[in-house]
């Protein structure tokens, strides 16, 4: 009897000038780890400075802590394209922050106004309130 393998895909990465690279060729062994990190970084980071010191630290410790890792040219271009999907995750969750419970909002005024009447068996206006 035979068992097939299915061929693992390799992981080709593809910037958004549409550069691809496939990891497991145009990388080391080393540098795939810290690209690893740098994913989650990707999405974790609170800011670009964040980022830039978390690849910092990440070239500076290596690989298991084996020591500093020199950033190829591919890596350089990959870490490039994550910083700046960093700054536009950034900015597009900049643009939908949700206001503080201590600042004031029209709307959640109104709402609780209404929530607090219906049901009530008290008389509402018109409009419902």
Excluded at 15 to 22: I, L, P, Q, R, V
Excluded at 24 to 36: G, N, S, V
């Amino acid at each position: 009897m035979f068992w097939l393998i299915p061929d693992i895909e390799a992981m080709i990465f593809t910037t958004k000038d549409g550069k691809s690279f496939d990891t497991e060729r145009d990388l080391t062994a080393p540098e795939r780890h810290i690209l690893q990190k740098l994913f989650l970084w990707k999405s974790m980071a609170l800011s670009i400075e964040q980022f830039r010191t978390k690849k910092e630290e990440a070239l500076r410790k290596g690989w298991n802590n084996s020591g500093p890792i020199t950033e190829s040219q591919t890596m350089r271009v990959i870490i490039q394209d994550l910083e700046h999907k960093v700054s536009d995750r950034l900015a597009d969750e900049k643009q939908f922050i949700p206001l503080r419970e201590e600042e004031p909002s029209p709307l959640r005024e109104e709402e609780r106004s209404r929530s607090s009447t219906i049901g009530t068996g008290l008389p509402q206006n018109k409009s419902g309130r």
